[in-house]
């Protein structure tokens, strides 16, 4: 097990200690949504503006089953999934047919769509007020209401996604999607169909966002219809961003920053967006890759100029 890894697993052990347990899970279920967003924006190099519309899909057709059905919860993880990638093959195939700004005010204008269907179907969706009374059902009989009990199991699906995601970016499929990113003429020149390509990770993506959709939903015990405007899809593009995107790790150091910012420094400062505004800027101006990169950078810097008092010290008198 690598350092980052090694990192990982201690966050996981000890963020319920020193952060309240809703906080600490809401930051690992913010980091599933934001591996599938990182798929598209880092690795393939589309900015999605409706990885929302995935989440929140997930999330109103989970709390429907669950509130109304008594859907086990494996079937309902599994369904909200299902939901999260069928809705992301719709949005991406219209998509991926255009690029730039175009595939991007697409993504917007099809969350747009997303979340006026929401808001005016209240008899399903609750509409403005959101869908209240969403259960957290038994897991093989364990009972998971508490805080404590809820966090684990999302604490081990976070760490089986981030697993899942390492083993995509690092197959053949990752290596084309860097390709895409890199160079999508020269990709395509080489024979890849880059529409197709490009569709595979919108699904992938929905799928993780749709995952993390069931679980906030089950968190709180509402879906709120915020959850799927593009304003929470703003949310997760600026997490992503600030830990670095197009790095594996990225998503999961900005889902920190973010919601420690926007749950934690909240509570002591209503004006902590001028906080992440100022991390922005320094992200764009400074440091293109995140917190990932500035972190590399240090340590580049660190070996620069440490090996030169350290060899001087090996010369000297003895």
């Known amino acids: 097990m690598n350092r980052a890894w090694l990192a990982i697993v201690a966050a996981v052990i000890l963020l319920p200690v020193v952060l309240r347990h809703a906080i600490a899970t809401e930051i690992w279920i913010f980091a599933i949504f934001g591996l599938g967003l990182n798929l598209l924006m880092g690795y393939t190099g589309l900015l999605s503006f409706g990885q929302s519309t995935f989440f929140g899909s997930a999330g109103y057709v989970a709390g429907y089953l669950l509130k ?12 909200g999934i299902v939901v999260g990638a069928l809705s992301a093959a719709v949005v991406g195939y219209l998509c991926v047919q255009r690029s730039g700004l175009y595939f991007i005010m697409l993504t917007f204008a099809l969350n747009q769509m997303f979340y006026f269907t929401a808001y005016q179907w209240t008899t399903v969706t609750g509409g403005e007020d959101g869908m209240p009374g969403v259960p957290r059902p038994s897991i093989l009989g ?25 083993r995509i970016v690092e197959s053949p499929l990752g290596k084309i999607l860097q390709a895409i990113r890199e160079n999508e003429l020269r990709a395509e020149a080489l024979g890849y169909n880059v529409p197709r390509m490009k569709l595979a990770a919108f699904v992938i993506g929905g799928a993780f966002s749709g995952l993390a959709g069931v679980l906030y939903a089950m968190l709180f015990g509402i879906m709120p219809l915020e959850a799927i405007g593009f304003v929470f899809s703003g949310n997760v593009v600026f997490a992503t961003l600030i830990g670095g995107s197009g790095s594996l790790y990225g998503p999961v150091i900005g889902s920190f920053v973010f919601i420690w910012l926007s749950e934690w420094v909240s509570a002591m400062w209503a004006r902590w967006p001028l906080l992440l505004g ?4 320094i992200v764009v101006l400074f440091f293109r890759g995140g917190v990932v990169e500035a972190w590399a950078r240090f340590w580049a810097w660190r070996a620069a100029h440490g090996a030169p008092a350290h060899a001087a010290r090996a010369d000297g008198p003895r």
């Open 68 to 79: 109304h059905y008594g859907t086990n919860v494996f079937l309902v993880l599994g369904i």
């Open 142 to 166: 364990l009972d998971i209401h508490g805080p404590l009990p809820y966090y684990t199991v999302v604490a081990v699906l976070f760490l089986l996604s981030l697993w899942v995601m390492k």
């Open 278 to 281: 100022v991390a922005f800027v």
